[in-house]
Every structure is written in structure tokens, then in C-alpha cells.
């Protein structure tokens, strides 16, 4: 039967690939907030009463995840003069075949997981090959890409991705979590962005492979 | 052999140059224009089958047997290909490779065609249709594969019967990711927009216009009535797979067929006048994102 979270699962799988291989910088930040919304209603799916505190947390999620984050990383885009992730260090089309390598993976490796879990949810469907997945293009984007937004946005995904995994492993306890490790994130966040910012500012670019070399030695025009 | 199937292929050698008309009819309105009547593919061919040929004399008979035999393994492909639900005149286990062998030997002998003309530039048409070509072949044949598994048949007729309302409700999302896929090899194979553009003859951007310039008259008569019938192919397997509601009475469903296929000309249409033409160096990335669509969907089946 295709459920609800079947087919949030699968559009999650999606915008993951479409994030592995798009080169806009305005796409990514649209794909994570589409993505904020997808781990945001998850909460309402999986509890299936309608209790105060989970309409709260998918709520908070959703506005931390899909408005907030989104907004603050096209705030710092604006001054961006190019706005695409120019010569990764993985091509797109071998990042996408890298992510289709990772969903093989994912699946494989969920399916030997021990099904814990309270509601079995661990055995349902797409949720844990889904959470893995999501871990996995976030450490792609991190690894493979040059822009330190784009890093952001790699770390952004990674922490969906946890979140759902803790949505599958303590799906009691795990709003308290994520109200803590969302406060850190936007802690992040908005450190990064100071940080793009300034990088931005002294040096006109946000290349971070460039950061290695050192500005004032001469040498390099 | 069925009498149904038999009616099927009657019906589309008729009507697939309708499918052209149809785009050609969209794409005007799209642009604020009358456009072409739509049975004006109809009106080239009878034109150009009335016309006399010219043939270099640096081209040899492979130049003269490339339309022909494109056309006959179109043909040939088209009675595997089933339509409404109903299998084609020609059903057996393992057609579903035949087909795709079958699209690939209409592609080759193009290819050869437009080679021994000798043409530098043809050459390059030639280069581009097979690189594209290739990237596009297993999204085809990964997503007959998910859907052959998903109805445990290794024959088009049966699995596209299987195909129904109630396949959409346990396995709706892997069907979703296949009409994906089989939408964008249908829009790479018939070479339309993102992909080409049928209506230029700019030399740069041309791939399949490239390999059918120096054909005239009847030849270029006969590829077109053979892209025609490639165009209802394809469209056959993304309408079949969208549209699988049968209701039992033959002739409601037929007509309901024929009726999703002039939607999916629509749709193409629709796509051709809202899309600019990709960059050739893009082209490869949308055909394998076309893969990973269909290898997504054979993962997600086999979990």
C-alpha cells in the first residue's frame, strides 16, 4: 500500500538526487526548503494523533527548516556575483551515479539493521534507507563541493537525514532532541553566514579550496 | 495474432502523423499563432512520396536501404508494442528486448545512412544521435526491466495490462519514477525540445535533422512517416503507464488510449513551447538523471 510516508520518502529521495545534481546555487537552497517541509510533516504522519506538542515540533520544524534557514542563506547569497557552484571537485553527473550508489547502499545497509524501534517503524518502508541516504548526500556536498554555502547546505541536509533516523529510533523522546539540535544548527547557521560573510568580503569569493593559500605572501598577484 | 491487436496497429499506422499535427497545432497556440492544419504531416507525405529522388554518387546502396529498413524495424517494432491495455499483433516472452533491439536497429541503419554520405557533417549528426542515444537506451530498458519485474512478465502486452488502478495504489511510486523517465527518453528519442529542435536546420544545434539532409523525396518521406510511428511508439509507453484505467468495453477503452496519446502530444507540446533547448554539454545530464530516475525505481521496488 502506498502511504503518505512512502510517498514523503521517495520525494525526499528525490530532492536529495536533485541536490546532488543541480549546479545553481538558487536550486539548492529551493530543494532544502522543500526538504525542511518533507521532514517537517513527518512528525504528523508517523504519530498519527494529533496531540499539541506534535503539531508544535512540526511546525517549529517547518518554519526553522523551510523559512528561516532558506531565508538566511539567500540573504547571504545576495551579494553573491555568481550564483552556481563552479568546478566541484565531483562533476554532477558522477555525484548523481555516486547518489544512485548510495541509495543501493542505504537500502543494503537498513535492511541488516536490527528492527528496533518502538511501532516497528524501523521495518516500515523507505524511513531508514531514506534517513541514511540523507546523511549520505549531505557528506557528499560537504566533501565534493567548493562553496562554503553549499558546505552549509551539505550540513543542513546531514541533519535531516538524523532527524529522520531519530524519528525511526526514539520516536518518543526524539522531539526534545531535535529541539536542541535544531538550536544548535541555526546557532551554526548563523555563524556560517557571519563567517561566509566575511570571508566574502575580504577576499570577494566564498572558494573555501582557495582559503588554503595565504593572501598577503607576494608571489600571486 | 489477436483481432483487437491487429485493429491497434491499423489505427496507428493512421493516425501517428496525427501525433506531429497535434505538436505542431500546440506549439502555434502557444505562440500566438494559427498554425499548420493539423493533417498537414499528412499533406509532406503524400507530397513527398510523389516526388523523384536524388541520389550522390559518392553514397552507395547503404544510403538508398537506410529509410527503408528503418521504417520496416519500426514497423515491426510497433506490432510488439501494445496499446489500450491489449497486447500488440505480436506478443511472446522477451518482446520486450526485441522492441528495444529492434528501436536500436532503426537508429543504426540512420546512422549509417547519414555516414555513407560521406559528409563531415553528417558525421557529426551521426556522433551526436549515438552519444545521446546510448545515455538513453538503459533508462528505457532499466524501466522495462522495474516494470517487467513489478508484473513478473518479460512480455509487453501482460505487463501493460497489469498496469491499473490498483498497481498505482501498492506501487504507485514506482511507476511515477518510470513515467518520469520513459517522458524524457520519449522527448530524447524523438529528438523534441530539450533535447533538439525538430524545427531548426541551424547547423550547430541539429542532431537528428543533421542525418536526414541530404535524403529527399520518397526517402525523406518514409523517415518521416518513421519518426511518426517512433513518436506513437513512446508515447505508447508513457500513456500506458498514466492512463491505465480500463472499463471493460474494447472499443471505450481504445478510444480512451487514442486519447491519452493526443494528451501526451500535448504534453510534449506544452513542454516544447516552455522549455529552451538545453546546452549540448547538458544534454548527457538530463538522460542520466532519466537513469537514475528508473534505477531509483528498481532499487525502491527491490528493498
Known sequence: MTSWLDIVMVLLFLTD???LGSSRLGVYVRLAAVQGVLVGVLPLLVQHTLALETVAVAAGTIAVKSVLFPWLMARIMRGFDDRRERQPYLGYTVSLVLGVLAVGAALWISRRLPESGAGGLAAHG????????SIFTG??????????????????VMENGIYVAGMVLVPESTFLVELGVLLDLFVGVFLMGIMIFHIQREFDHIDTDQLAALKDWGGEP | MNGRGLIHYALALLLAPLLLGVINRVKAAFAGRRGQPVL????????????????SRTTTWVFRAGPVVTLAALLAALALVPFAGQAGPLSFQGDVIVCVYLLGLARFFTVLAALDTGSAFEGMGASREVQFSALAEPALLVGLVVLGRQTSTA????????????????????????AVAFFIVLLSENSRVPFDDPNTHLELTMIHEVMVLDHGGPDFGLILYGSALKLWIFSAFVAGLVVPYRCGNGWVDTAAAVGALLLTALVVGTVESCMARLRLLR????LISATVAAVLAFLLMTR
Not at chain 1, 126 to 133: E, I, S, Y
Open chain 1, 126 to 133: 523507505f524511513l531508514m534507507p531514506a534517513a541514511l541516504f
Open chain 2, 40 to 55: 498537414q504531416p499528412y499533406y509532406d507525405l503524400v507530397k513527398l512520396l510523389q516526388k523523384g529522388a536524388v541520389y
Open chain 2, 155 to 178: 512480455s509487453l502486452g501482460p505487463m501493460f495490462a497489469a498496469v491499473g488502478p490498483a498497481l498505482w495504489m501498492t506501487a504507485g511510486t514506482t511507476l511515477a519514477l518510470l
Open chain 1, 17 to 19: 538526487l536533485g541536490l
Open chain 2, 283 to 286: 544534454v548527457p545530464h538530463l
Open chain 1, 139 to 156: 557528506l557528499i556536498l560537504l566533501v565534493t563541493r567548493r562553496k562554503a554555502v553549499t558546505q552549509v547546505l551539505g550540513y543542513l
